[in-house]
């Protein structure tokens, strides 16, 4: 029996597949979940900052309005050519000595109004939902007897704001204590 030797050059391509097979390995195993990683810190950030600054917005319409809003576009608009918004985010609060823009600047370095229309990671729309109440007062004379039912329906006294990527919700449709804060504070 004579058995046959492989020659160099089968011996020198395997050892190259190997060397390619270790550097793709590296490249799937140790590279990219490290890319993966940083993009995941970039929207979850990214996205905090643009719900942080809905939030501001939020109060910004609540304090000319005495109610919220749940219309994204309205919203934008209102940050974007209110002359109210505008002299906010120009003003310096003399007690604070700091501007009093209540605004955050986003991971680019400037805050810009339409960015708060869409998450950064799926580009969705943020889910802004206001509550509706119904509260019913009953109305009686002196002897007892009911005169009047009065209802009223109050409309966007609490907001609540959700990002479709799973990064965070800001406000309570049900608990006013909660009315401003963010699920990650």
Request: charged share 25%; net charge negative; no cysteine.
């Amino acid at each position: 029996m004579s058995s046959k030797s492989e020659s160099w050059y089968f011996h020198a391509a395997m050892y190259v597949i190997i060397v390619i097979l270790i550097g793709v390995l590296i490249k799937v195993a140790i590279i990219d979940p490290k890319e993966i990683v940083q993009e995941e810190k970039y929207y979850r950030l990214e996205s905090r900052l643009r719900m942080d600054n809905l939030k501001e917005a939020e109060i910004l319409w609540f304090n000319k309005y005495s109610r919220f809003t749940n219309d994204l576009d309205s919203l934008v608009n209102f940050v974007k050519s209110d002359p109210y918004v505008d002299s906010i985010i120009n003003g310096y609060d003399s007690i604070a000595r700091r501007p009093s823009n209540p605004f955050d600047k986003l991971s680019h370095g400037e805050f810009t109004p339409d960015s708060l229309k869409h998450t950064p990671k799926s580009l969705a729309a943020y889910i802004l939902q206001i509550d509706t109440s119904l509260s019913v007062d009953t109305v009686v004379n002196r002897q007892g007897k009911v005169l009047r039912l009065d209802s009223s329906v109050v409309i966007g006294a609490r907001y609540y704001i959700e990002d479709p990527d799973g990064y965070g919700t800001v406000g309570s449709l049900d608990n006013e204590a909660l009315k401003n804060t963010s699920s990650w504070e």
